[in-house]
């Protein structure tokens, strides 16, 4: 029991500072990026703007609308929150420092991923707002869109591996000795990497939230603390996927050259250092694309997606027979 | 009842063919008044089928401020004030027409000196209102870094205008007969009238060179843009035909491929004298919209380097009695504004004000528009075509 309750701490901890690092990341790239000097500056150069972020938000009034289906609106955030940090259970730090080593941990993880979208659905749906509901259907259709990808770009590297277990797939990188981005999944990562960015929903693919045309999306209704639920929660999604991405293709907690002994001390850094490359690149793209259209989505994820992922696996599948 | 199971009836239920379709019905929704996207207080009451738009009503009038009802107790000078505030984004350029058309009917001839300085003042509201519009655009269609870049450089041009006559949006500056002088040109005395602030060439030189180089970076940033590209491109479509019609004018019905400009076709300021070209679009899609803004932009700022350099020298202000009185007669002077055709009719009876006023804003007919566009547009392109037609709701409901 002590210990089912040190890992939850555990997990809950360190979801939600990654979410709070991320959030940093985000800020300060914006402020960078579009030469606005207040997050640079202001409280320890912007380092504890977060917290005063997080305290806004909680003393703020928590508005229930009348005309809303009241459990289901409450506990949406939650359950979006929920999905996120069970998300982290399976990410490896180093081969030890691992919440839950499971032997599907990628079949975990992709499950786990998209009951996020559930939430959201379920915040649209319950907000008895016509613009909530259509912020919540076009994330029921970006999932389905992009589920796909997403779970297709995998397979490639659980082919490559012969293992489903993260812990695994990271210790057939090492024993590769590079990572498998550059051993042959190039095209299965920006794929992931595409499909994972609709999946946490940012720009280029933030339709579900789209402020300029459905003001907040799915958020609209809510404040304060449940508000801000969503937001972190939006952040920890964007964590942990990138934290998925470095394990599956960038080679977890490990890099080349590095003594593979040592790895439960340098593990965590190294894969902590991954992440923040991969959520740069995300902030990068974030503050500098317009939004596609939902059609266009579609079209990206049907029509190129899905049959690149394909031939992805074939490719895969045959190199790994024949040599 | 019918007894589907009954062994005689079977035989005609099964030749039944399933044919049920799924009826949807459209949903009202409401844009506005108050959105994000709608530049103020527009609504737009939309039928939308998912995320298909089948009909929309543009609602006006949460803006009305009643200025027409208003000028009729103002005298001419009051009624600057007023008229500053009807396309606030240019604030100065509103003030053009109408002065002009008080001084065609009290037969005036403005100081060349003075008109330079109105072109001048003018070609930088229509900067900057192209500033506001680009950031406000890439802020549509989801980018959200452009605006600061845009409000940046926005502000270099507006500093220009304050500098000249002590307001950034509603200068007041124009005088029947001429301008005032200069805000930031020190003490003045009857004998020795300082008109522009100390410096202000060489200020402005720089800050159009700045502006030449954002309307660059416009071009490469957001122009180049593939995914702007991809949400603007063949969206919107406006044939001539129907910009005509409906009277829609300024960057929206160039870009349509009309080449049409009130600045070469009336001569309410001297751009005759000036050396520029007219933008014009292909398509008459968004992407055109946006493109024949961008290089409006430069061809301002050209047009001030010019305008510096030939800067004649002379009096501010043609002698006007003390007291305006307008001879009675009736005149409509229009004028290319950064939205479009800006027109005032004015009738007088002789008295301190006029008897009525009628203001014709390009925004208001270039909303009028929008049901044509709309029609079985998705809803992002809602959002898209809205923000390429660039209205501003004071120029809307006046």
Not at chain 2, 192 to 220: C, H, S, W
Not at chain 2, 329 to 336: D, F, I, K, L
């Amino acid at each position: 029991m002590t210990e089912v309750l040190i890992k939850v701490g555990f997990l809950a901890i360190a979801a939600l500072n990654g979410a709070i690092i991320f959030t940093i990341m985000d800020v300060k790239g914006a402020s960078w990026m579009q030469r606005r000097p207040g997050p640079l500056h202001v409280g320890l150069r912007g380092f504890i703007f977060p917290l005063a972020e997080i305290l806004k938000f909680v003393q703020k009034e928590d508005i229930i609308p009348t005309e809303v289906d009241r459990p289901v609106f409450k506990w949406a955030p939650a359950y979006v929150m929920v999905s996120c940090v069970a998300l982290f259970a399976v990410v490896p730090m180093s081969p030890t420092l691992v919440v839950a080593d499971l032997e599907l941990g990628v079949f975990f993880a992709l499950a786990i991923s998209s009951l996020g979208t559930i939430g959201v659905l379920t915040a649209g749906w319950s907000s008895a707002n016509k613009y909530s509901l259509m912020g919540g259907l076009r994330a029921a259709g970006q999932l389905i869109a992009y589920e796909l990808p997403l779970i297709l770009a995998v397979v490639g590297v659980v082919i490559q591996a012969e293992t489903m277990s993260l812990v695994g797939i990271v210790e057939k990188q090492i024993e590769w000795g590079v990572p498998f981005v550059v051993g042959g999944q190039i095209v299965g990562f920006l794929i992931f990497m595409v499909a994972a960015t609709a999946e946490m929903m940012r720009v280029p693919f933030d339709m579900p939230i789209g402020e300029s045309e459905l003001t907040m999306g799915f958020m609209t209704e809510y404040s304060g603390i449940r508000f801000l639920i969503f937001y972190i929660s939006e952040y920890m999604n964007m964590f942990i996927l990138c934290a998925i991405a470095s394990t599956l293709f960038l080679g977890g907690y490990h890099v080349p050259l590095l003594p593979t002994e040592w790895v439960n001390f340098y593990g965590p850094v190294v894969l902590l250092t991954k992440t923040a490359i991969l959520g740069f690149i995300l902030v990068a793209i974030r503050w500098s694309q317009p939004r596609f259209r939902e059609d266009q989505l579609q079209n990206l994820a049907w029509k190129i997606l899905i049959p690149a992922s394909l031939v992805n696996i074939l490719v895969t599948a045959v190199m790994k027979v024949g040599f | 009842m019918v007894n589907a199971l009954d062994p005689q009836n079977m035989n005609r239920f099964s030749e039944a063919s399933v044919s049920v379709e799924i009826e949807t019905e459209d949903m009202t929704l409401n844009i506005g008044p108050q959105h994000p996207s709608t530049h103020g207080v527009l609504r737009l009451v939309a039928k939308v089928d998912g995320e298909k738009v089948h009909d929309v009503k543009p609602v006006l009038g949460y803006m009305h401020r009643g200025y027409e009802k208003l000028a009729e107790v103002r005298s001419y000078p009051q009624i600057t004030t007023l008229v500053n505030r009807i396309d606030w984004v240019a604030g100065f350029s509103n003030e053009i027409p109408f002065i002009a058309g008080a001084e065609r009917l009290m037969e005036i001839e403005v100081p060349e000196r003075a008109k330079h300085i109105r072109l001048i003042l003018t070609e930088m509201a229509r900067i900057s209102s192209h500033f506001v519009f680009n950031g406000a655009y890439a802020l549509e269609v989801g980018a959200l870094t452009p605006i600061f870049y845009a409000m940046e450089d926005r502000e270099r041009v507006l500093d220009l205008i304050e500098s000249v006559t002590g307001g950034r949006f509603h200068p007041n500056f124009n005088r029947i007969g001429g301008v005032k002088p200069a805000a930031g040109a020190g003490p003045t005395s009857k004998k020795n009238i300082q008109d522009l602030p100390a410096g202000f060439y060489r200020d402005t030189k720089v800050a159009m060179e700045k502006v030449i180089q954002a309307a660059d970076q416009f071009q490469n940033l957001i122009g180049g843009n593939e995914v702007f590209k991809k949400r603007t491109k063949n969206v919107g479509v406006l044939t001539a035909e129907t910009a005509e019609a409906y009277g829609v004018s300024g960057p929206i019905l160039r870009a349509s491929g009309v080449k049409s400009d009130l600045r070469t076709q009336t001569d309410y300021l001297p751009y005759d004298q000036f050396d520029y070209d007219i933008p014009v679009g292909e398509n008459g899609d968004c992407y055109d919209r946006w493109d024949v803004r961008v290089k409006e932009m430069v061809e301002s700022a050209k047009i001030v380097l010019q305008a510096i350099d030939s800067m004649p020298s002379g009096p501010l202000q043609a002698k006007v009695p003390k007291v305006i009185k307008v001879p009675q007669g009736r005149t409509y002077v229009r004028a290319e504004n950064p939205k479009g055709e800006m027109g005032y009719y004015i009738v007088s009876d002789g008295g301190l004000g006029p008897y009525r006023l009628k203001v014709r804003t390009a925004s208001f007919s270039n909303v009028s528009i929008l049901p044509i566009m709309l029609e079985g547009a998705l809803l992002p392109d809602l959002i898209a075509i809205m923000g390429s037609l660039d209205f501003v709701l004071g120029d809307v409901d006046r």
